[in-house]
């Protein structure tokens, strides 16, 4: 069974320029956790739900610290300037093209591939679809890991 007989046509895409904030609502919309990124009709990139979560990282603060006395009413006003800054971060966030968080080395394969081959590519970088893309590069479908699955339910 080859890639053409199991990959989605339909696929969902944004454009480098899109912002990060339309990117999340589309694959919320969509019900999909990722997604290409296409520019003239040739995939530049890939977006995933992880690449948007990683914007939401809180750095970790090591070891142990203890206010002294005089922080204690220090220490409630810094938090809230804090988070004030972390809320001010994320509207910004949002207004950002993807191109800045999008992965640009993007795996793809070609609609003639085995389904195998697929899987293989799949599993060896731990990803979770595939751009279907012609020799030009101009994408004409996307795989996932359920495409293939469902493929190999029907054989």
Partial sequence: MDVKDVMNTEVVTCSPETP??????????????????????KVVGIVS???ILKLLAVP????????????????PIRELLNWE???????????????????????AIGPD??????????????INRLPVVVED??????VTRGDIINGLGKL
């Fill in 113 to 126: 591939a085995s389904i195998e081959d697929a899987s293989t590519v799949i599993s060896k970088h731990r």
């Fill in 60 to 75: 970790e603060h090591g070891g142990l610290w203890l206010p002294s006395p005089f922080e204690v009413i220090e220490v």
């Fill in 85 to 107: 800054d972390t809320k001010n971060m994320l509207d910004d966030v949002g207004s950002k093209p993807i191109k800045e968080i999008m992965t640009k080395n993007v795996y």
């Fill in 49 to 51: 739900e992880g690449d």
């Fill in 137 to 142: 590069g101009t994408l004409v479908g996307i």
């Fill in 20 to 41: 990060i904030r339309e990117v999340a609502q589309l694959m919320k919309q969509e019900s999909i956790s990722g997604l290409p990124v296409v520019d003239e009709g």
